[in-house]
């Protein structure tokens, strides 16, 4: 791909004939005497003779208002007005001829007698075109009311009128006959210059499109009229407000197919629109047109797919562009994944362009690395990091949108070599320019396209070790790079735990779990976002399904869980009384000699607590399922200490997490009360339920309720944390008369503990 300037556009709109008329009011003169009406046809100067006849006999009588307010039927040169079965031939008579009686000519000799029918036919052509005469009228006073109205509110409830009239008119050919005319008067509105009609003028659109669904076989007529307007229009807001009537009218039309015979002539204009556009507005109407034809009409949007891409990606990679236009254009091309995947030729070749470009971006920076003179013709760092950054993102997005497809499962042209290839020579043109200059904006793109790559990919021996490296030089830049830049560098560390997982070496998650890593310090980010990514890093590191990987993690977030206790123990010395000895158990060598701030003491057993209770209560999880020790019961229980006297006074919120966690696990575990009973009475389980018993839990019932016991009985505890204590004891007792099969556990020492621990509560949670 040349390095043309992004987002150029080509030249060559169409240029279609008008063919409207501006609307005339015209105004009827009607005078009638004794003998005569005398009528002058509407700006025609011609008068016809209008002379009543006397009421056929045995007829219904008509009001004689229908004569006065029917217009006249133009019939093969002449005007008819039918009244019952009475025909009245109106001969023409030219300016200035009089009119006399004996011009009128009554032919009653058609009339059968007795049929009645007939008579009711002919009285119902004459009601029709009254109504029909009537539509017209309403629909001309809501044109006039319209056009000049003055205040804005009467106007805006008068259009809506109009709207409503289109949408509900029971003569089309009334709309038809006067097409030219709501044209005419809606592009006046359109072209208001007013600010204050915004919302008018954006209802006429609404109108516009509204009228082209309901005339759906003048919808050529309103499409090219609307074409010829657009670019004639000199005005972008105007313009904008002509692509609007457009989409309207393809969004109604949606899958009805309506509009499939002029289709090629709407893609055609709006393939013309988009090449010229130059606002970001514009830009975005024109394209959301283009994707509703793509979506009803895609055999006829496939022929334009690569022109509509290839400008679409010109905007992509126009890094003066606001982000928020990026991300949109992004989505838009995402959303063509169908065709994407049809032209599988055209978007690997679109890739390779790309990375070549990159490449050739990467090699100018290498000169300055290398401190070679710069040549006139190759560009400086301050040009070239900036469009090595769009490339990558605009790779990032070509991947995305061949979606799924983009996997060497599913066969070539994507194959394993293919997506090795390409993701190394990516991670080759970012770490050259990270050495020529720091650039978030190229690292932040540089890490979102590994991302993208290695979701397809399973990376081993070289590409591994040079991925995994990678992941862990990103995470060192965190510091230095905003919260954009954290949450691509987490989002992608969370992405090579779950690829690379069994083969993660332990030193990989040693690195990403030490006292030093920035990993733990995004965890006290102030954009909730980011601590949610450090979150899923860590439910991805404890989710490995390789046990000693596993258990490496595992350690490093005990022991720093070990580290917060030890440090608030610490803390408590001057308010008298020794603390006892930390627990030994779960200290880990890298945090031994490290002392946390209070704070950051309570938050890090928070948050470990959290991740922990997460991925503990997880199905199939190896940390629920208690392959590691401590258990995830056994650290709650008892390795936090949780009944220290101390800490549940001066840290109620860290006795209460970690209750809540315990509380939390059990209940996932019914609160281990049939695994009690599997030692103590097994005739009262058949095979079947005590084959699935664990014996690694077969004494946490018991525990558990010596501990709940023990806590109720307690004078210092939170009230938040006493009560969740009752709560939990409710539920315990609850499931324990649920059924007579649980009736050996009322004997358990520990049940007495805990009814004991519960009267004792009493007073306090009265």
Same mark, same amino acid.
């Given at each position: ?339 994407? #995947?049809?032209? +599988?030729?055209? $978007?690997?070749?679109?890739? =390779? %362009?790309?990375? *070549?470009?990159?490449? /050739? &971006?990467?090699? !100018? ?84 396209? #590994?991302?993208? +790559?290695?979701? $397809?990919?399973?990376?081993? =021996? %070289?590409?591994? *070790?040079?991925?995994? /490296? &990678?992941?862990? !030089? ?293």
């Amino acid at each position: 791909m040349s390095r043309k300037a992004p987002g150029s556009r080509l030249s060559g709109a169409h240029k279609l004939r008008p063919h409207w008329n501006d609307w005339q009011s015209r105004a009827d003169t009607l005078s009638s005497s004794q003998d005569e009406v005398k009528s002058r046809e509407r700006g025609s100067g011609l008068l016809y003779d209008n002379t009543l006849p006397s009421r056929c006999p045995e007829q219904p009588e008509v009001h004689s208002d229908a004569y006065a307010v029917a217009d006249a039927h133009q019939v093969e040169g002449e005007y008819e007005v039918e009244q019952g079965v009475c025909k009245i031939t109106l001969g023409w008579k030219s300016l200035g001829e009089e009119l006399r009686p004996n011009d009128v000519t009554t032919d009653l000799t058609s009339l059968q007698h007795g049929n009645r029918a007939l008579a009711s036919k002919e009285m119902r052509k004459l009601q029709d075109r009254g109504m029909a005469h009537s539509e017209e009228s309403r629909l001309a006073n809501l044109l006039r009311r319209v056009s000049r109205e003055d205040d804005r509110d009467r106007r805006l409830a008068t259009l809506k009128q109009l709207k409503e009239f289109i949408s509900h008119s029971e003569s089309k050919v009334t709309l038809v006959k006067q097409l030219d005319t709501i044209l005419s008067t809606l592009n006046d509105i359109l072209n208001e210059s007013s600010k204050l009609l915004w919302e008018l003028r954006q209802e006429a659109a609404s109108c516009l499109g509204l009228l082209c669904t309901v005339l759906s076989y003048e919808a050529e007529r309103i499409f090219k009229w609307l074409f010829l307007k657009f670019n004639s229009s000199s005005r972008d807001e105007v313009k904008l407000l002509y692509l609007v009537g457009s989409q309207h009218a393809l969004e109604a039309a949606g899958e009805r197919k309506a509009f499939s015979h002029i289709m090629q002539l709407v893609m055609s204009n709006l393939q013309s629109i988009l090449e010229n556009v130059d606002t970001p507005e514009l830009l975005c109407h024109s394209v959301k047109c283009i994707l509703q034809v793509a979506r009803c009409y895609p055999h006829v949007f496939s022929t334009n797919f690569r022109d509509t891409v290839d400008i679409l990606v010109g905007w992509h990679i126009d890094h003066t562009q606001k982000q928020s236009l990026t991300q949109q254009v992004s989505g838009w091309l995402q959303s063509l994944e169908q065709f994407w #995947v049809a032209d +599988l030729t055209f $978007s690997t070749t679109l890739l =390779g %362009q790309f990375l *070549e470009d990159m490449e /050739a &971006y990467a090699e !100018d920076l290498s000169h300055v690395v290398s401190g070679e003179v710069l040549d006139e013709d190759i560009p400086p760092p301050s040009v070239s990091l900036p469009k090595l950054a769009a490339l990558l993102r605009v790779f990032s997005t070509v991947v995305r949108s061949i979606g799924e497809r983009f996997s060497p499962v599913r066969g070539p042209p994507i194959t394993e070599v293919y997506v090795t290839d390409v993701l190394n020579r990516v991670l080759s043109c970012v770490t050259t320019a990270k050495q020529v200059q720091f650039s978030e904006a190229v690292l932040t793109a540089g890490n979102e396209c #590994v991302g993208v +790559l290695l979701a $397809s990919v399973e990376p081993c =021996g %070289q590409l591994m *070790e040079a991925v995994l /490296a &990678y992941g862990l !030089d990103q995470l060192d830049c965190c510091q230095a790079c905003g919260s954009d830049y954290s949450l691509a560098v987490l989002s992608l560390l969370t992405l090579i735990v779950d690829q690379v997982n069994t083969k993660l070496p332990v030193s990989f998650v040693e690195k990403l779990l030490a006292p030093n890593s920035q990993l733990l310090k995004l965890r006290l980010h102030s954009e909730k976002e980011v601590m949610s990514a450090v979150h899923g890093v860590y439910q991805a590191l404890l989710s490995i399904k390789n046990i000693p990987t596993l258990e490496a993690a595992y350690k490093m977030v005990l022991g720093e869980m070990a580290c917060a206790l030890s440090s608030l123990k610490e803390s408590l010395k001057p308010s008298g009384g020794t603390p006892s000895s930390p627990c030994s158990s779960i200290q880990h060598p890298a945090f031994a000699s490290l002392i946390l701030p209070v704070e950051n003491a309570q938050f890090t057993l928070i948050f470990n607590l959290s991740t922990l209770t997460t991925i503990g209560n997880t199905k199939n999880s190896l940390i629920g399922m208690w392959a590691l020790s401590p258990t995830i019961f056994t650290l709650l229980s008892h390795n936090l200490m949780l009944v220290h006297a101390e800490l549940a006074v001066h840290y109620p919120a860290i006795q209460y997490a970690v209750l809540y966690s315990l509380y939390s696990h059990c209940t996932r575990h019914d609160h281990f009360i049939s695994s009690s009973l599997s030692s103590s009475s097994p005739s009262l389980f058949d095979g079947a339920v005590i084959s699935t018993v664990t014996t690694a839990t077969k004494k946490h019932f018991s525990t558990l309720l010596s501990l709940l016991g023990h806590l109720l009985s307690k004078e210092h505890v939170y009230p938040d944390a006493r009560k969740l204590l009752l709560t939990w004891a409710q539920e315990i007792s609850l499931l324990m008369m649920k059924s007579d099969t649980y009736s050996p556990l009322f004997s358990l020492p520990s049940f007495n503990k805990f009814c004991r621990g519960q009267w004792v509560c009493w007073p306090w949670s009265a």
